[in-house]
């Protein structure tokens, strides 16, 4: 075990439940609980089996001092979460008890566990890689079956194993390569540059499948950015309300009532939107209005998709032309929106501004059409997508970064056996490749990436 010292926090959220966990883990972690933990039988937890659960009353042996009653789970070394002696105790969830509890377990030689450190020594002591580790984090900020489906698969090693065959596919190269240095002498080709330059060439085809899966990934992840947008007084913030389903944002009929980008999540046919109301879009003179619509356009800009907002019970006038041709270039849809109202606008006239774009007609007032284009918006994101079964999808932007410089050695190298340089630049090449992979996997992460990935977690995982 790489740990000597013993950790424990309070691994559930704070506040009002019903029970509350403090987890330990370490080599004293069950010596501490024997010390505090008084059962009516005199159990000494020292000695009982691994993976039971006992009931009695947690106590400061010191000073007496009663602090709950409370369920120990004892589990031992290695099948438990950080592969050491691991006990969880179970107490009633208010704050108090549970800090005090944790007040007595530091008290007894336990140390504060840092975020995720937990989840570091399962790592660390070679229960899971890092990128399982990752996984651990997303799952516990999944806000879909999706993003959970995804994280779920990268915690049970899909991507691990994928990227391990890939390392060891160059590693088998790269021997082959070494032995040809060795024995350059005796005149044996381990490995033909032809075959390697075909092998590689396959490599790179797989890396890139992993690389576009990135941006699907991305999107279970952090949500498809939504920017609604439109004049004032368009009904945006109705639009906002009617997809959540709440009174989320101020609706007034003073045009310029948001001021602000609001931003809500929403789960349309299993996929995570990340809704951003804006500030109607048009030109002010009042400084935070003018403020309100730079963020609009900021939205605008970075968003995946784009609704774009139009009053149909008025006449198409010059900010809604302004703005049609301002999202020429995204993917979105026009919603036309008061279809509870007669109608001024004509769908060809928005064809005409814009061919491509798809149209739908909604009331956000009445909630009428609403279906219609939780459709539409479900259609154009799958456009462009295949959906996956046990392809791994990568989620993560390190692992993305990491995948693409693996690639760029690759590439280096295919230049290398073009200009027929030597075996040793070759394995250079391939080295590279090698490490950028491990990185995924934890095999060859820095003392600084591990330190950057486990600052993410919660206390307590
Ligand atoms: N009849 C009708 N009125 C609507 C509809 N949607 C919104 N409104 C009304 O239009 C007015 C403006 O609605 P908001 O949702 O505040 O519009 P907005 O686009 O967010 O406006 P700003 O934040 O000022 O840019 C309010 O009085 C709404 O009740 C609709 O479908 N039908
Ligand atoms: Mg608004």
Redesign the pocket.
């Known amino acids: 075990m790489l740990n000597e010292d013993t950790i424990c926090a309070i691994s559930t959220p704070i506040g009002e439940g019903g029970i509350g966990i403090v987890r330990i883990s370490g080599n004293d972690a069950i010596p501490i609980a024997a010390r505090i933990f008084f059962s009516k039988k005199k159990k000494d937890l020292k000695s009982v089996p691994t993976h039971t659960i006992h009931y009695g009353i947690i106590k400061d042996a010191k000073t007496g001092d009663e602090i709950d009653e409370a369920l120990v789970t004892i589990m031992r070394a290695p099948n438990t979460y950080t592969k050491e002696d691991v006990v969880e105790i179970n107490c009633h969830g208010g704050v108090l008890p549970l800090k005090r509890l944790l007040g007595l377990v530091l008290k007894n030689g336990a140390r504060l566990a840092e975020p995720g450190e937990f989840t570091k020594r399962a790592f660390l002591n070679g229960r899971i890689d890092l990128s399982q580790a990752e996984a651990v984090i997303d799952i516990i900020n999944s806000k879909t079956e999706d993003s959970l489906r995804l994280a779920v698969g990268q915690i049970s090693g899909i991507l691990s194993k994928r990227i391990m065959a890939v390392r060891e596919e160059l590693l088998s190269i790269i021997a082959s390569l070494e032995a040809s240095i060795d024995f350059v002498d005796e005149d044996i080709e381990f490995i033909s540059k032809s075959e390697i330059g075909e092998r590689i060439k396959r490599i790179i085809k797989e890396l890139e499948c992993l690389i576009d899966s990135a941006d699907e990934g991305r999107i279970y992840k952090e949500g498809i950015a939504t920017a609604i947008i439109?004049k004032?007084?368009?009904?945006?913030?109705?639009l906002l309300n009617a997809l959540l389903k709440e009174e989320r944002?101020i609706?007034?009929?003073?045009?310029?009532?948001?001021r602000d980008v609001i931003e809500e999540w929403v789960n349309i046919k299993g996929m995570p939107l990340r809704i951003l109301?804006t500030?109607?879009i048009r030109h002010t003179e009042d400084i935070v209005e003018m403020e309100g619509v730079r963020r609009s356009r900021e939205a605008l800009k970075n968003a995946d998709l784009v609704l774009l907002?139009i009053d149909k019970?008025t006449t198409l006038n010059d900010e809604d032309k302004k703005l049609m041709g301002e999202v020429k270039e995204k993917r979105g849809i026009v919603v036309l929106?008061?279809?509870?109202?007669p109608s001024k606008v004509k769908e060809g006239e928005i064809k005409d501004f814009l061919p491509n774009k798809a149209i739908a007609s909604?009331?956000?007032?009445?909630g009428d059409g609403i279906d219609g284009l939780r459709s539409a918006i479900s259609n154009l994101i799958l456009q462009n997508k295949v959906t996956s079964g046990e392809r791994p999808i990568i989620t993560n932007l390190r692992h993305k970064l990491a995948i693409e410089r693996a690639r760029t050695s690759l590439e280096n190298l295919q230049a290398s056996l073009k200009d027929e340089m030597s075996e040793e630049f070759l394995a250079v090449d391939l080295r590279g490749a090698l490490n950028a992979l491990g990185e995924i996997t934890g095999e060859t992460a820095t003392e600084d990436i591990l330190e950057k990935i486990f600052q993410e977690f919660c206390i307590g995982k």
Do not use: F, M, R
Not at 232 to 238: A, H, L, R, T
């Open positions: 439109g004032p007084n368009v009904g945006k913030s109705s944002a609706v007034t009929p003073i045009p310029g009532t948001t109301d500030a109607g907002l019970s929106n008061k279809a509870d109202l909604i009331s956000a007032l009445n």
